[in-house]
């Protein structure tokens, strides 16, 4: 690093800049994680507040345990999640690697197609989707949901993947070649190991809106068995009166989950973010 | 071990030639150098005998096997990439070995080996490390050791030596070359320096845009050169062209520069009275001398203690002189030159083809 972008003024503006966003960022956050602990007058009254020896209140984590089947609901956000992940890397990865290392008639065009979806949205086509659904038989299942995440994720994955794919140098794939690798084995043992930061910043990327998402797991999979966590914390908002408490406690409980995924794929995620940047 | 041989070896993408029928016989043993400048086709070609690349037309045999459509992996051949192209993730003994692992190679018979390739090229230290954790010589040793492991027909290098900086590469040309003297493995060696063409080869192919320029030792192309290209590439400093007039009588010929000097020419070259030639006079060649027949003015006196070579300007050209140890002139004098009728190379200058 230069002298000039590690001198103290600039390091104290920097990080005043960056702990700003953080505050403003994790606000939200910490106040729905502060409130679940809260009785209810306790969050109406002060909200800001960090709860005191009176204020403590489960009652919210003991509603959420005890109402409806959170376990179960839990259960299906992970495998929605887990699952639509592994499809969109490595659909998106092979995809990635066919478009950015062979040269085939219509490769930039296939290419576009591919990145379109980034810039259309999905939920244009729920009317089809739940049709279609309906017509195979799928929907109140979880399958639906992956198929569904995964198209979503894919766009965003093969447009991220291929350029990263681009810098990986022909040289060593030819090597491999030499050496006797068949393709498949040059994708999965030569080029996946290399563009792993990359892969971590797009599972982050994908994975985030598949385990908020509301909208499909509404419409495609309502039934109790296949709830997935944030549909399963609207049975606690209703129209006249919401429990504000289990909300907040479902929400939190939440959290725990995509956390330790991002944690999982962090170290990677930051290498991606700044490889090319950094030596 | 293995010859290798290009018949008609064509290479185009779409109408575009970037390769126009190579004809190549590359003995067993032989160290054979391709050389160009940059976009010349012989990485293109290189990459074909390898099989990255595919055949528009023509046939590649090594040994006596056709290997248009064999796969890379089939063609019993190894190389070594300018990027040196080791795995990253893999530490120098699994890269070594990584071929012969693949061909499910017994793994004591794949440590011995390793080890004996180790030995040879003074690795067996950094066996141990991963590519990151090496010096850009540590790891084009290694990539050769890659190579050497695998026992293979034919090895083949693309632009070796490109990454080293100048000190290494001369060491790491010795190397390789004394390399193959042991081991006498037939070797195609594509580079953009003469140099380290004419010091490693057996017998360099010089190729421009495609084409064919010229096939010989090394001295034999800077001997005869057989056309201004392979002359003014072949040789350093390069060769000096003159544009001439030959005057012809019945007891001598000469050619007759553009302000009327002269230089004597070899009584047996089919040229005639009138025809306009190129006249190639290597610098080496120029001898500073008091009774020269030509003079020119110094313009840059560059010495470099064994030797010194400076550029006049003679008959509107600017021309170098190479001459051994050191030599009292300084820029606007004005030095008598001569040349030896047998050291001048005429060029048609309409084809650029020699003239013999």
């Given at each position: 690093?230069?002298?000039?972008?590690?001198?103290?003024?600039?390091?104290?503006?920097?990080?005043?800049?960056?702990?700003?966003?953080?505050?403003?960022?994790?606000?939200?956050?910490?106040?729905?994680?502060?409130?679940?602990?809260?009785?209810?007058?306790?969050?109406?009254?002060?909200?800001?507040?960090?709860?005191?020896?009176?204020?403590?209140?489960?009652?919210?984590?003991?509603?959420v345990m005890a109402q409806g089947d959170f376990i179960q609901y839990f259960q299906n956000s992970l495998t929605v999640t887990v699952a639509s992940l592994f499809f969109v890397l490595l659909f998106g990865a092979m995809a990635a690697f066919a478009l950015s290392e062979y040269r085939f008639k219509g490769n930039t065009m296939m290419g576009l197609y591919l990145?379109?979806?980034?810039?259309?949205?999905?939920?244009?086509?729920?009317?089809?989707?739940l049709q279609l659904m309906v017509a195979s038989g799928l929907v109140n299942t979880l399958t639906a949901l992956v198929l569904v995440y995964t198209a979503q994720g894919l766009p965003l994955a093969v447009f991220i993947l291929s350029e990263f794919m681009k810098q990986v140098s022909d040289d060593l794939k030819n090597a491999?070649?030499?050496?006797?690798?068949?393709?498949?084995?040059?994708?999965?043992?030569l080029v996946l190991p290399l563009v792993r930061p990359a892969m971590a910043t797009v599972a982050v990327f994908t994975m985030i809106p598949i385990w908020n998402d509301l909208w499909f797991p509404l419409i495609l999979a309502p039934s109790e068995a296949t709830k997935t966590v944030t549909l399963g914390a609207q049975v606690f908002i209703g129209q006249f009166v919401t429990n504000w408490n289990a909300v907040l406690a479902a929400l939190s409980l939440a959290i725990l989950p995509v956390l330790i995924l991002y944690f999982f794929f962090s170290r990677q995620l930051i290498r991606g973010i700044t490889s090319g940047a950094v030596k | 071990m293995a010859s290798v041989s290009l018949e008609k070896v064509q290479k185009n993408y779409g109408t575009l030639n970037v390769l126009e029928a190579v004809d190549l016989e590359i003995a067993d043993g032989e160290f054979v150098?391709?050389?160009?400048?940059?976009?010349?086709?012989?990485?293109?070609?290189?990459?074909?005998?390898?099989?990255?690349?595919?055949?528009?037309?023509?046939?590649?045999?090594?040994?006596?096997?056709?290997?248009?459509d064999v796969a890379p992996k089939d063609r019993d051949i190894a190389m070594v990439f300018q990027s040196y192209a080791l795995y990253p993730h893999m530490d120098v003994a699994a890269n070594m070995g990584f071929s012969l692992a693949l061909?499910?190679?017994?793994?004591?018979?794949?440590?011995?080996?390793?080890?004996g390739a180790a030995d040879r090229l003074g690795l067996n230290k950094l066996l141990a490390r991963l590519p990151r954790q090496l010096s850009g010589g540590q790891r084009q040793r290694v990539a050769m050791g890659r190579a050497i492991v695998r026992d293979p027909k034919v090895f083949l290098f693309d632009e070796p030596l490109s990454n080293l900086d100048a000190k290494l590469r001369v060491h790491m040309r010795t190397e390789?070359?004394?390399?193959?003297?042991?081991?006498?493995?037939?070797?195609?060696?594509?580079?953009?320096?003469?140099?380290?063409?004419?010091?490693m080869a057996d017998r360099i192919v010089v190729m421009h845009d495609g084409v064919v320029q010229q096939v010989g030792a090394p001295l034999e192309?800077?001997?005869?050169?057989?056309?201004?290209?392979?002359?003014?590439?072949?040789?350093?400093?390069?060769?000096?062209?003159?544009?001439?007039?030959?005057?012809?009588?019945?007891?001598?010929?000469?050619?007759?520069?553009?302000?009327?000097?002269?230089?004597?020419?070899?009584?047996?070259?089919?040229?005639s009275e009138g025809d306009k030639v190129t006249v190639g006079l290597r610098p080496e060649h120029l001898h500073v001398a008091g009774d020269g027949d030509m003079s020119a003015e110094v313009e840059v006196v560059e010495p470099l203690g064994l030797s010194t070579q400076f550029y006049a300007r003679l008959a509107g050209q600017q021309i170098c002189v190479f001459v051994m140890g050191r030599v009292a002139v300084k820029p606007g004098d004005t030095v008598r030159l001569s040349a030896t009728a047998s050291d001048l190379h005429l060029f048609d200058p309409e084809t650029g083809q020699r003239i013999n």
């Amino acid at each position: 690093m230069s002298k000039a972008a590690t001198s103290l003024p600039r390091t104290i503006g920097a990080h005043a800049v960056l702990l700003t966003y953080t505050l403003i960022a994790l606000f939200p956050v910490v106040v729905i994680v502060v409130n679940s602990f809260k009785s209810r007058n306790a969050i109406f009254r002060s909200p800001l507040s960090l709860p005191t020896a009176e204020t403590f209140d489960l009652i919210g984590y003991k509603t959420v345990m005890a109402q409806g089947d959170f376990i179960q609901y839990f259960q299906n956000s992970l495998t929605v999640t887990v699952a639509s992940l592994f499809f969109v890397l490595l659909f998106g990865a092979m995809a990635a690697f066919a478009l950015s290392e062979y040269r085939f008639k219509g490769n930039t065009m296939m290419g576009l197609y591919l990145a379109l979806g980034i810039m259309i949205p999905i939920r244009l086509g729920t009317v089809a989707i739940l049709q279609l659904m309906v017509a195979s038989g799928l929907v109140n299942t979880l399958t639906a949901l992956v198929l569904v995440y995964t198209a979503q994720g894919l766009p965003l994955a093969v447009f991220i993947l291929s350029e990263f794919m681009k810098q990986v140098s022909d040289d060593l794939k030819n090597a491999g070649r030499i050496d006797g690798l068949s393709e498949y084995r040059i994708f999965f043992r030569l080029v996946l190991p290399l563009v792993r930061p990359a892969m971590a910043t797009v599972a982050v990327f994908t994975m985030i809106p598949i385990w908020n998402d509301l909208w499909f797991p509404l419409i495609l999979a309502p039934s109790e068995a296949t709830k997935t966590v944030t549909l399963g914390a609207q049975v606690f908002i209703g129209q006249f009166v919401t429990n504000w408490n289990a909300v907040l406690a479902a929400l939190s409980l939440a959290i725990l989950p995509v956390l330790i995924l991002y944690f999982f794929f962090s170290r990677q995620l930051i290498r991606g973010i700044t490889s090319g940047a950094v030596k | 071990m293995a010859s290798v041989s290009l018949e008609k070896v064509q290479k185009n993408y779409g109408t575009l030639n970037v390769l126009e029928a190579v004809d190549l016989e590359i003995a067993d043993g032989e160290f054979v150098v391709l050389v160009g400048p940059s976009g010349c086709g012989k990485s293109t070609l290189l990459r074909m005998i390898a099989g990255l690349e595919e055949i528009s037309a023509g046939e590649i045999r090594i040994g006596e096997r056709v290997v248009n459509d064999v796969a890379p992996k089939d063609r019993d051949i190894a190389m070594v990439f300018q990027s040196y192209a080791l795995y990253p993730h893999m530490d120098v003994a699994a890269n070594m070995g990584f071929s012969l692992a693949l061909r499910k190679t017994d793994k004591q018979a794949i440590d011995t080996r390793v080890g004996g390739a180790a030995d040879r090229l003074g690795l067996n230290k950094l066996l141990a490390r991963l590519p990151r954790q090496l010096s850009g010589g540590q790891r084009q040793r290694v990539a050769m050791g890659r190579a050497i492991v695998r026992d293979p027909k034919v090895f083949l290098f693309d632009e070796p030596l490109s990454n080293l900086d100048a000190k290494l590469r001369v060491h790491m040309r010795t190397e390789i070359k004394a390399l193959h003297q042991q081991l006498k493995t037939t070797s195609v060696y594509v580079t953009h320096d003469q140099t380290e063409a004419m010091t490693m080869a057996d017998r360099i192919v010089v190729m421009h845009d495609g084409v064919v320029q010229q096939v010989g030792a090394p001295l034999e192309l800077y001997d005869h050169p057989s056309n201004t290209f392979v002359a003014g590439f072949i040789g350093s400093p390069g060769m000096n062209f003159l544009p001439a007039t030959i005057k012809r009588s019945a007891d001598f010929v000469a050619a007759i520069l553009a302000d009327g000097q002269k230089l004597p020419v070899l009584a047996s070259l089919p040229v005639s009275e009138g025809d306009k030639v190129t006249v190639g006079l290597r610098p080496e060649h120029l001898h500073v001398a008091g009774d020269g027949d030509m003079s020119a003015e110094v313009e840059v006196v560059e010495p470099l203690g064994l030797s010194t070579q400076f550029y006049a300007r003679l008959a509107g050209q600017q021309i170098c002189v190479f001459v051994m140890g050191r030599v009292a002139v300084k820029p606007g004098d004005t030095v008598r030159l001569s040349a030896t009728a047998s050291d001048l190379h005429l060029f048609d200058p309409e084809t650029g083809q020699r003239i013999n």
